[in-house]
């Protein structure tokens, strides 16, 4: 199993990144997908979760209104849309992959993850 996240990169205050991730290796359909970060000196945080069977999306309070997730399932494909980036999303982005029938933005419950992709929000 492998996920392969990209589109990070540096951008400034206000503007507008999507990152990807492309998962490959087995069947993701009945998986719940994330997006995770850890900024500098930070533990790894959720930032957003997407249950392929419910359709259900959920995010941290502190991207609300701002990132929408997003997925192709016939791609296996998840995106993370962030707009209005502020300095304090500066991270490292990972997608993840559970296995679990149940939700949860608990990183122990993700079996699977990508390499990251970094994301700078200068002001």
């Known amino acids: 199993v492998q996920l392969q996240a990209s589109g990070g990169g540096s951008v400034q205050a206000g503007d507008s990144l999507r990152l990807s991730c492309a998962a490959s290796?087995?069947?993701?359909?009945?998986?719940?997908m994330a997006w995770f970060r850890q900024g500098p000196g930070k533990e790894r945080e959720f930032v957003a979760g997407i249950r392929w069977t419910s359709g259900n999306t959920y995010y941290a309070d502190s991207v609300k209104g701002r990132f929408t997730i997003s997925g192709d399932k016939a791609k296996s494909m998840v995106y993370l849309q962030m707009n209005s980036l502020k300095p304090e999303d500066t991270a490292v982005y990972y997608c993840?992959?559970?296995?679990?029938?149940?939700?949860?933005?608990?990183?122990?419950?993700?079996?699977?993850w990508g390499q990251g992709t970094l994301v700078t929000v200068s002001s």
């Open positions: 993840a992959a559970s296995t679990r029938t149940y939700y949860s933005d608990s990183s122990t419950v993700y079996d699977y």
């Open positions: 290796g087995r069947t993701f359909s009945n998986f719940g």
